[in-house]
Nanobody
Framework: QVQLVESGGGLVQPGGSLRLSCAAS????????MAWYRQALGSQRELVAV???????DYVDSVKGRFTISRDNAKNTVYLQMNSLNPEDTAVYYC?????????WGQGTQVTVSS
């Protein structure tokens, strides 16, 4: 079992930056692949970024060059640095840990990009 708690969301102006954190507790963090998803109002949840247990990384095209995912296994934490934010990035952002058939979710953190 893994418990995930996201933090770092908030209101930011277009062009601004935020760093999301996802703190994990429970089973060994380092064995899990970690991902960030987001869900805008009225839309389906979409995968934003993934960092595997081997630290392989991938992003959805819309955030490439603007977002950076990273993990610190010593702190049981995964991060999402978001730069050059625009209103289309407004969504609830969720942290996901998965390995095999196991998949765990955080409660989400709201990111609102607005002037």
């Amino acid at each position: 079992q893994v418990q995930l708690v996201e933090s770092g969301g908030g209101l930011v102006q277009p062009g601004g930056s935020l760093r999301l954190s996802c703190a994990a507790s429970g089973s060994s963090f380092s064995i899990y692949h970690m991902a960030w998803y987001r869900q805008a109002l009225g839309s389906q949840r979409e995968l934003v970024a993934v960092i595997t247990r081997y630290s392989s990384i991938d992003y959805v095209d819309s955030v490439k060059g603007r977002f950076t995912i990273s993990r610190d296994n010593a702190k049981n934490t995964v991060y999402l640095q978001m730069n050059s934010l625009n209103p289309e990035d407004t969504a609830v952002y969720y942290c996901n840990a998965y390995y095999g058939v196991a998949s765990y979710w955080g409660q989400g953190t709201q990111v609102t990009v607005s002037s």
